[in-house]
């Protein structure tokens, strides 16, 4: 290029000796090319895939990888913790053995790491043991929500003639408070893991729908859905192939948000009275427990220990749901 | 000429209605005309003029409120039978406006290219689906090895080639191009036009092209319909329709077209459409033949001032 500016820039017979030069140096970049039309298409060649294009941009975003791996962690931990040596059940009620007496509200200690609760029960390993209940609990509740809501959602946002039944149902179902639901099917059941995955699913489930709906709405009439309509794709595969690729950012970004939502409603619904039995310990169970005798300032760790890990899990699916959803827009894709 | 055995497509008392908040508009009523087997039918008007809708309704992503569509003197709108309907599909194909809307971002060129075939099942393995592409690509000046990438990856000519290879895959007899290189780069309109005509040689198809401006369908067309506000205004022979336009729309419309000679063009007189300049409060207008294939939007008074304008 440099080379190129001298020339034209230069007298005469500069021209003539650095054309030699570079003559001298590569002949073939001065033979004739001959036109050819397939060259003239070839522009723009990369070698796009856009998973790869968003596992890319993912991993780029180190915060989110750092709170992603957080996350695996702490859900590995709460399985492996209970098969490490020295660890006591989180039901199991520890007896001081001078005495007879149940360890109450003892301290954090090099014995028990997170102290006791009121009734002497190790708070380390319900910790762990709760965070798992939980955890479980907001990852399938946020998976089961997701599957029916995308199912239903998208037919209803895409087949014209279901719009109005669906809408009627939607209305019903959505003018029933949660907490109704809530507390209706969990009276209904007895008191149990399944009890609140099926309450909080049928809580949930059409909120979802209805978003998946609006998403498909807006763009079911772009000119690549026409497209295929005038190919006669039929509705199943422009579901599968033109409408859902579209919305796998922000449906992963809701289901991550639900997921922390789900945990928030455990802890309010142990709060009424109707969680999880106090046999199974939970974030919502040992939040609940800690809020009891808040008033107390020496006994605050057993508050403030549930409410750390509710909190990392709140905030890390939260950033982890905007960095994926963010990666997985094509539009940021380089 | 018009014997009726030629007539490819067939519109009569076309009327589109689309429900809009506290009604219907009507985007496109009493549109009548017929598109003959091997022609390149122009249709032509302003934007919002209902041009799309027209286009839309033929392959029925527009629902027609009133009216009859037929094709090879079968109706095709409202309700017809599934083998119909997979046949239309195929006959009846379209190339849309905006080549960077048109295209699904999140499928390669492989799928865009075989969706139809798929539907219809024109394949018996793998093997001949992949050629099927491969020859759809070339045809339209495309590498094969393009059907492995994505659409965003080409620029806006390529992917109006990739979306003309979509609908030629499958064979079709009528292709509605609604203003297939109104969205192009000028430097690349003449290669699609041209790939378009070389097309229609080649395969012996019939257009119904859509544009805006009646320079462009001067050229590629043998008959023009001219279209203002969801009504034809008037119908001919494309040389016809230069030389002896009849409706003051058309009038307007040919006034607009740029004269390349800087001095003509400062002296040209642009015609103005006024609609109020016609009293149509008793003597209603409607769709009348002025010479043989000449049709206009007139009522009686007009229409016999239209026959003595083209009697001289
Ligand atoms: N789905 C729809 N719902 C309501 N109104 C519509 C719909 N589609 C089109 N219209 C209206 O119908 C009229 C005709 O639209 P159409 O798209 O056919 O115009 P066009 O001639 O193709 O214009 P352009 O040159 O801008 O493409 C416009 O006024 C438009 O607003
Ligand atoms: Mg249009």
């Given at each position: 290029m440099a080379d190129g500016k001298a020339v034209a820039a230069g007298p005469p017979a500069a021209v003539v000796a650095k054309g030699d030069a570079a003559a001298g140096a590569d002949p073939a970049l001065f033979t004739f090319a001959e036109f050819d039309r397939d060259a003239g298409e070839r522009i723009g060649w990369s070698n796009y895939s856009y998973w790869r294009s968003t596992l890319h941009m993912f991993l780029r975003n180190r915060v989110a990888l750092f709170l992603l791996v957080l996350l695996g962690t702490i859900l590995a931990f709460t399985f492996l913790q209970p098969l490490l040596p020295n660890q006591r059940s989180p039901t199991l009620i520890n007896i001081d053995p001078a005495t007879g007496r149940q360890f109450r509200?003892?301290?954090?200690?090099?014995?028990y790491w997170f102290g006791t609760n009121s009734i002497g029960q190790d708070l380390w390993s319900r910790i762990w043991s709760g965070t798992r209940t939980s955890l479980l609990i907001g990852i399938i509740v946020g998976v089961v929500e997701m599957v029916l809501g995308i199912a239903f959602g998208a037919i209803w946002g895409y087949v014209r003639k279901a719009d109005r039944v669906f809408t009627e149902v939607y209305n019903v179902l959505n003018n029933i408070p949660t907490t109704i639901v809530l507390m209706l099917l969990a009276y209904i059941m007895r008191p149990s893991f399944q009890t609140m995955v099926i309450a909080m699913c049928a809580a949930g489930w059409h909120g979802v729908a209805r978003f998946v709906r609006n998403q498909i709405v807006i763009i079911r009439d772009r000119e690549y859905n026409l497209a295929s309509r005038c190919l006669g794709t039929p509705t199943h595969r422009i579901i599968m192939k033109n409408l859902l690729p579209y919305l796998v950012s922000v449906i992963m970004l809701q289901t991550a948000l639900s997921i922390p939502g789900t945990i928030g409603w455990e802890v309010f619904l142990t709060y009424i009275g109707i969680g999880l039995p106090v046999s199974i310990p939970s974030l919502g169970n040992l939040v609940n427990e800690g809020r009891l005798i808040m008033m107390a300032p020496e006994l605050r760790y057993q508050l403030i220990f549930p409410t750390i890990v509710v909190s990392i899990i709140t905030i890390s699916f939260y950033v982890l749901g905007n960095a994926f959803s963010d990666a997985s827009d094509p539009r940021n894709h380089v | 000429m018009s014997d009726g055995t030629d007539k490819l497509l067939e519109i009569r008392n076309l009327r589109v209605d689309f429900p809009v908040r506290g009604g219907l508009f009507t985007a496109v009523r009493d549109v009548n005309f017929s598109i003959r087997k091997g022609e390149t039918f122009g249709l032509v008007g302003e934007s919002g003029s209902g041009k799309t809708t027209i286009g839309r309704a033929i392959v029925r992503i527009a629902q027609a409120s009133s009216g009859e569509i037929l094709f090879r003197g079968r109706r095709i709108n409202g309700r017809i039978t599934r083998e119909l309907d997979s046949e239309v599909v195929q006959k009846i194909q379209m190339i849309f406006q905006d080549p960077m809307a048109s295209l699904n971002e999140r499928a390669k060129v492989d799928y865009i290219v075989s969706e139809g075939i798929i539907n219809l099942g024109k394949f018996k393995n793998e093997a001949e689906r992949l050629a099927l592409v491969e020859k759809a690509l070339l045809e339209v000046g495309l590498l094969p090895e393009f059907a492995s990438r994505f659409p965003h990856e080409f620029s806006g000519g390529q992917r109006q080639r990739i979306g003309i290879a979509r609908s030629l895959i499958m064979e079709p007899e009528l292709v509605i191009c609604d203003e297939p290189i109104s969205a192009l780069d000028v430097s690349i309109r003449a290669q699609v036009l041209n790939l378009m005509s070389e097309l229609q040689k080649s395969k012996g198809l019939t257009y119904l092209f859509i544009a805006h401006d009646l320079s462009v369908v001067r050229f590629i067309t043998d008959r023009i319909a001219v279209i203002n506000k969801g009504e034809l205004v008037e119908l001919a022979e494309t040389e016809e329709l230069f030389a002896h336009p009849l409706h003051p729309y058309t009038r307007a419309l040919l006034s607009a077209i740029p004269v390349p000679d800087p001095i003509l063009e400062r002296k040209k007189v642009l015609i103005v459409y006024d609609p109020a300049s016609r009293d149509y409060r008793t003597d209603k207008p409607a769709w009348t033949e002025i010479a043989a294939g000449h049709f206009a939007r007139a009522n009686e008074a007009e229409a016999a001032e239209y026959r003595r304008l083209l009697a001289r």
């Open positions: 509200n003892l301290v954090p200690s090099a014995e | -």
